[in-house]
């Protein structure tokens, strides 16, 4: 398996009241092309800094990050910007969406913003991305008219429009009730098939059993990995479930 994101001895800290708290601890993680990973573990324990901090969406404090072989922990502001609008995209447990603009336009405007494709091929992607998800009937709608599982489905299309190469999201079902979230995460199993690595963090067992691969983080290490292979059928589910949970009790979750 091809090599799509190399984390070596990456350490984040803080300083708080003139005191350096240590949020992540020396440290490795290969993330693989097609891959979709699962990050958990107790609150504090660094899993959304994790995330950040992969993608460069908060600065490192030592250790190296590579994308695609090029060390981006080495990266200015604005290469950094327009590596994440090019090749990552990024789904969050708050949706960040604008509110002048309809669903339709918020999926667009990263395509747009990036001025790789012509307005009409964007569109059209949008268009088959709105599809893909269900979500076409409430494309001119605000995003005040729409369910909290149908906003976070249309951050799933705003996340693809660029056809990035990985998608970050961080706790991308925490606000959603089991029905919507199961919804949403039948969409991540769909963009994952198709080949689209995923980094998610989460606390829900059920959301991580639709990952290949669990990691376990806990004081700012990563202690362990579960590999549960490639979800197949939704009747895999409840087992995944069962064996993700029972790996997390022996970790004193």
Request: glycine share 6%; hydrophobic share 40%.
């Amino acid at each position: 398996m091809e090599t799509m994101i190399e984390v070596r001895q990456l350490c984040k800290s803080f300083v708080i009241n003139k005191k350096q708290n240590h949020v992540l601890r020396n440290v490795d993680l290969s993330i693989h092309k097609g891959e979709f990973i699962a990050v958990m573990g107790p609150s504090g324990s660094g899993k959304s800094t994790l995330l950040y901090t992969i993608s460069g969406m908060d600065h490192i404090s030592s250790g190296t990050v590579e994308f695609d072989h090029k060390e981006i922990s080495r990266y200015n502001e604005m290469e950094m910007a327009k590596l994440r609008l090019h090749e990552m995209g990024f789904i969050f447990q708050q949706m960040h969406f604008l509110n002048n603009l309809n669903i339709y336009d918020n999926v667009i405007l990263p395509g747009y913003m990036a001025k790789k494709r012509k307005h009409k091929e964007i569109n059209a992607y949008a268009d088959e991305l709105l599809r893909k998800f269900q979500i076409t009937s409430i494309a001119g709608h605000s995003i005040q008219e729409v369910s909290g599982g149908e906003l976070q489905r249309a951050c799933i299309a705003r996340a693809m429009i660029n056809q990035p190469q990985i998608l970050f999201a961080d706790e991308p079902t925490g606000a959603l009730n089991s029905s919507n979230a199961k919804e949403v995460m039948d969409m991540f199993s769909k963009v994952h098939e198709q080949g689209t690595t995923i980094l998610m963090v989460t606390h829900d067992v059920k959301v991580a059993s639709y990952a290949q691969r669990i990691c376990y983080i806990n004081d700012g290490k990563i202690e362990s990995n579960l590999d549960i292979g490639m979800l197949k059928h939704a009747d895999e589910l409840k087992e995944r479930e069962k064996k993700v949970y029972n790996w997390l009790m022996e970790k004193g979750w």
